[in-house]
Every structure is written in structure tokens, then in C-alpha cells.
């Protein structure tokens, strides 16, 4: 990982990607997508977690983050993405998935790089983190983590793609609370 992505500042937002090995569509079943989802939750409960933006596309996760003192930020990461890494083998292996043998065999060729990796290796080492200790910078990336979706033309506007926060922002219930953000402070969560 390089260092300049490396996060410093445990208490300032990070603008961060989590990115699935060989760009591997995995999020394309509504299970592997909850199953991120859920896991957000219980770190935002139970490991301090702080999230003001997200948005999950098919090979990868963005996130607007920080981590509640004295919490670190690198250690919620670790652990979300090892827990995530076992629960989606898990669930190719249980779903009726046409890509099974496809998808283990990728992320199992994967593993044999890594020592640290035993059988199955999802998650691209590391994540790409950017410390948004300006507005100017923080929105220019809630931004581009909203127009994701658009980029992408799976929707035509940002609030209507349900696994992001967009929709947090234009006033309604997303599937995440998240705090938002606004120019100047940081508001209420919704």
C-alpha cells in the first residue's frame, strides 16, 4: 500500500475504497450486497465506525469515514474486511450461485500470493484512503461517491440508487444512517 494513502489522522474523515480482488463483480445478489450492509452496521454500533457517505458498486465499496476516539480507523477496516472476506465464501458456497466454482477458483488463486491468507483471499490488499482535512476536498468526494451509480448508468440520479447514502441526502431513509454533511459543520444523523 503506499504510503501517501495510509491513514494519519484516526479522527478526521477518510475518503476510502475497498475494491474486490481481479475487479470481481460480486455485488450483483441482493445477500453479498445485505451482507456488506449489515457488517456497516455493526461497525458503526459496535466498533465505532462513523460513516457520512457510502456507496457500494458490483467489485467495490466507497466510503466518507472516520472512527470514534480511541478507536483507530485501520483496525475497524481490518476487521470489517476479514469478516466480510469469510461471510461472502461463505455465502458462494451456500447460495444457488451460477459463478461458483468460477469465483472461489479467483479468489482461491488469489490466497496463494498472500501468506497471511489461508484458502480464500476476496478483498485487493490495503484500501486507497484520502484524509478530507478541507471542504473543498471532503465534498469533491462526497460527490464523486454519490455520481458512482450515474457513472456507471445504472440509475439516472444519484438518490435513486438504494445502496448509497445519496438518498440520505435528498431527505429520505437510506439503508444506513449516516451523519451528514453540510458546508460549514456536520449535521444530525438521518
Known amino acids: 500500500m503506499s ?11 477518510h475518503f ?33 465506525l462513523e460513516i457520512y457517505a457510502f456507496c457500494l ?5 466507497h466510503l466518507l469515514v472516520s472512527a470514534k476516539h480511541p478507536v483507530r480507523l485501520p483496525d475497524i477496516i481490518r476487521d470489517f474486511k476479514k469478516h466480510t472476506n469469510k461471510q461472502i465464501i461463505k455465502l458462494i ?17 488469489n ?13 485487493r490488499d490495503g484500501y486507497h484512503s484520502i484524509e478530507c482535512d478541507r ?14 451509480p450515474v457513472r456507471a448508468e445504472i440509475v439516472s440520479y444519484p438518490e435513486h440508487y438504494i ?14 444512517e449516516v451523519t451528514l454533511l453540510e458546508r460549514g459543520f456536520i449535521s444530525v444523523k438521518a
Open 3 to 13: 504510503h501517501q494513502y495510509r491513514v494519519r489522522n484516526h479522527e478526521e474523515i
Open 16 to 48: 476510502v475504497i475497498f475494491t474486490i480482488v481481479d475487479w470481481v463483480d460480486i455485488f450483483i445478489r441482493p445477500s453479498y450486497k445485505q451482507l456488506l450492509i449489515d457488517s456497516l452496521i455493526y461497525c458503526q454500533k459496535s466498533k465505532g
Open 57 to 61: 458498486m458490483t467489485n467495490h465499496l
Open 93 to 109: 458456497k451456500e447460495e444457488n450461485e451460477s459463478r461458483r466454482d468460477w469465483m472461489l477458483y479467483r479468489f482461491q488463486y
Open 111 to 123: 490466497a496463494r500470493f498472500d501468506d497471511r491468507i489461508q484458502n480464500y483471499k476476496v478483498w
Open 135 to 148: 471542504e473543498d476536498i471532503l465534498f469533491q468526494k462526497l460527490d464523486y461517491i454519490h455520481d458512482n
Open 163 to 176: 445502496y448509497s447514502s445519496a438518498i440520505n441526502y435528498a431527505g429520505e431513509r437510506g439503508l444506513l
